[in-house]
């Protein structure tokens, strides 16, 4: 599922962050200068001297990593999983008149599906997260009629354009 491989990166992530700062706090205390530590851990100086803080005050227990960071999420990881497939199954199965995906409108699926509220920034971020991108349709529809547009163009807006002038006056 896309949603549990960007949760385990994250993991990851996390984790090696906190091999870096235990592998700093050991060559604190066997006595390293802060600055060989930072270049060794690969971090800037105030970090080391922020872990040697933390590392005086509670010793390595206070160098472990939180165990989430941030706001909570708003949708549980079932509720994700759902979300990924109600947009796979696309708009018009989920009561909207156009095949068509647009921020507003999965927010409202989320709120009447989740009962949680969301704008669409914040759907935008959570769709990062599930791995959806924009995707924006190419070139023009097949059903285009250039000879029917460009007879309108010639006669009836003309016409349309003139009566609405003639209104104004």
């Not at 005086?56 to 990593?65: I, N, S, T």
């Amino acid at each position: 599922m896309v949603t549990f491989g960007v949760l385990m990166k994250h993991v990851e992530k996390r984790k090696e962050l906190e091999r870096r700062r235990r592998r700093g706090a050991r060559l604190l205390a066997a006595g390293e200068p802060q600055a060989e530590v930072a270049r060794q851990v690969g971090v800037s100086r105030q970090t080391v001297m922020r872990w040697e803080r933390l590392r005086q005050q509670g010793g390595l227990q206070a160098l472990r990593r939180a165990e989430h960071f941030g706001r909570p999420e708003r949708l549980s990881e079932s509720q994700r999983e759902e979300l990924v497939r109600l947009l796979k199954a696309g708009s018009l199965a989920a009561g909207f008149a156009t095949e068509l995906w647009t921020l507003p409108r999965i927010a409202r699926l989320i709120e009447e599906r989740f009962s949680v509220s969301m704008v669409p920034s914040s759907v935008w971020r959570l769709l990062g997260r599930l791995g959806w991108s924009v995707q924006r349709p190419s070139g023009q529809a097949r059903e285009r009629d250039e000879r029917a547009i460009r007879t309108w163009k010639a006669k009836r807006w003309p016409a349309l354009k003139k009566s609405l002038r003639d209104k104004a006056e």
